[in-house]
């Protein structure tokens, strides 16, 4: 069955860095486009970036357009967000997303946290 399990995540000071993990399971992961998603505490699920099959067409939402780097390494099944100049409001929990054949699969989550 499909299985995503994100790792990566913690708390930082502002201006800090942090590297998100996914690591997919259960289907042909060089085959289809992954996601990142956030939720913060009392706001809706949005997406952060997506990244097409390949490694192609990066997407960002504005908000971390320049900070966040989407990447993928198809041999390892992994998808990972890179994450630089963290601000306190990209606090929230972080989930991988990917669509496989018509349906969503998501990760469990991990929490980022920017304090100082």
């Known amino acids: 069955q499909v299985q995503l399990v994100e790792s990566g995540g913690g708390l930082v000071q502002p201006g800090g860095s942090l590297r998100l993990s996914c690591a997919a399971s259960?289907?042909?992961?060089?085959?289809?486009?992954m996601s990142w998603y956030r939720q913060a505490p009392g706001k809706e699920r949005e997406l952060v970036a997506i990244?097409?099959?390949?490694?192609?067409?990066?997407h960002y939402a504005n908000s971390v357009k320049g900070r966040f780097t989407i990447s993928r390494d198809n041999a390892r099944n992994t998808v990972l967000l890179q994450m630089n100049s963290l601000k306190p409001e990209d606090t929230a929990v972080y989930y991988c997303?990917?669509?496989?054949?018509?349906?969503?699969?998501w990760g469990q989550g991990t929490q980022v946290t920017v304090s100082s």
């Open positions: 997303m990917g669509v496989v054949d018509y349906s969503t699969y």
């Open positions: 259960g289907f042909i992961f060089s085959s289809y486009a």
């Open positions: 990244i097409g099959s390949t490694g192609s067409s990066p």
